[in-house]
């Protein structure tokens, strides 16, 4: 007989369609709990439904493994300096893309813009990361934000190995100082403009993060609103339902009292017809 492990189980629960994570999750922790992983269950239902977006990532590492190492390994190359990988990163990121529509239709869900720019940066996280920690592989409940400039992503500045300058010709004391100093100043421009774009990323990042917190927040209002509506509609069904039962109990005693008199007078014509025979 097979035994349900919590790491079986996570990778099971997270292969499944999104529509029915959740109860795929509290069948899952009912089997460990009665296979006696009490820890195991309740870690697993613990684990949040993630958002469409992570989920399509997660589906990625589950059928399109190949292309999704490919995405860590030219991730790894040009973090080791190997920036001739980059073009080949890129393509990893948009293969995976592209498949993440492919997902998305057969699952009739829509592949909207917004949807797939969060899996594009959420990809880019996990190859700047070089992995999946904290989470299992294949098994995020929520997006990932890739850090600053150094992550590696098609939405993301790849940085480029600094040229080293070639040492001026000899020259006079003061055309070396004039030298320095106009190097000096071209460093600190590229520093302020560095800066100035990291500071416009991390507002545009900040507003995203706003714009989807808010999102959110409607999406789950109006999820509730649509669970109040159905427990209502399921609370006014349960009472009808117990009406009904009252009503054919009543009628169900009310045979039986018939069926017993019945029966009653069955007995009595059974022992005048006894009694004319003798």
Do not use: C
Request: glycine content about 4%; aromatic content about 4%.
């Amino acid at each position: 007989m097979r035994v349900m492990r919590y790491e079986h189980a996570v990778e099971t629960l997270f292969q499944a369609p999104l529509d029915q994570l959740v109860t795929e999750r509290k069948r899952l922790a009912a089997e460990l709990k009665a296979e006696g992983d009490k820890t195991g269950a309740a870690r697993l239902a613990r684990l949040t439904r993630p958002p469409i977006s992570a989920w399509v990532v997660d589906q990625l590492w589950w059928r399109a493994r190949p292309a999704f190492e490919a995405l860590f390994d030219t991730a790894e190359r040009v973090r080791r300096g190997d920036f001739g990988a980059t073009a080949a990163h890129r393509e990893a990121i948009a293969g995976l893309r592209a498949r993440a529509v492919q997902i998305l239709g057969d699952a009739q869900h829509v592949a909207n813009e917004v949807t797939l720019r969060r899996v594009t940066q959420t990809l880019s996280a996990l190859a700047a990361a070089g992995g999946w920690d904290p989470d299992a592989p294949g098994a995020l409940t929520a997006d990932r934000d890739p850090p600053g400039f150094e992550a590696i992503g098609i939405n993301n500045v790849i940085p480029f190995p600094v040229q080293p300058r070639r040492a001026p010709e000899p020259a006079s004391a003061a055309s070396d100082t004039e030298t320095t100093a106009v190097h000096h100043r071209s460093d600190a421009d590229e520093i302020k403009r560095r800066r100035d774009r990291e500071a416009a990323a991390a507002r545009a990042q900040a507003a995203a993060e706003l714009r989807r917190a808010e999102a959110e927040r409607a999406r789950a209002a109006a999820e509730r609103q649509r669970l109040e509506a159905a427990l209502r509609t399921a609370q006014g069904d349960v009472l009808q339902r117990e009406r009904e039962v009252i009503r054919l109990e009543r009628d169900l005693a009310t045979a039986r009292n018939l069926v017993a008199q019945a029966r009653a007078v069955v007995a009595d014509l059974e022992d005048r017809l006894a009694q004319l025979d003798n």
